[in-house]
């Protein structure tokens, strides 16, 4: 089974930076297509960034230019640097994983098989 623990959500002001990390284990980690994803309160869950098998990545248009998604196989971690941050940027923020050489895709939520917990981060005006 394979589980995904985030770390690195925070409260920050507007403008200000923070680092999610998504660690993988119970799995030897590989280059499957990962995501991140974010939910407000009473919003709907919105893919954020997704790195592809190729370590292509895309984004949400609202947070191009401003976040980055890498991740360090050798450490099986994920990670999603944010910065600029904005109050309307305030989410839960969950790491998914689609299985292995499968696509996965910002607009669909159901094409990735695990998810974590979620972090919080909060940006105050």
């Known amino acids: 089974q394979v589980q995904l623990v985030e770390s690195g959500g925070g409260s920050v002001q507007t403008g200000g930076s923070l680092r999610l990390t998504c660690t993988v284990s119970?799995?030897?980690?590989?280059?499957?297509?990962m995501g991140w994803f974010r939910q407000a309160p009473g919003k709907e869950r919105e893919g954020v960034a997704r790195?592809?098998?190729?370590?292509?990545?895309s984004y949400a248009d609202s947070v191009k230019g401003r976040f980055t998604i890498s991740r360090d196989i050798a450490k099986n971690t994920l990670y999603l640097q944010m910065n600029s941050l904005k109050p309307e940027d305030t989410a839960m923020y969950y790491c998914?994983?689609?299985?292995?050489?499968?696509?996965?895709?910002?607009?669909?939520?159901?094409?990735?098989?695990?998810w974590g917990q979620g972090t919080q981060v909060t940006v105050s005006s």
């Open positions: 790195v592809d098998i190729n370590d292509i990545a």
């Open positions: 998914a994983a689609a299985n292995w050489l499968s696509a996965c895709s910002l607009g669909s939520s159901v094409s990735f098989a695990y």
């Open positions: 119970r799995y030897t980690y590989r280059r499957n297509c």
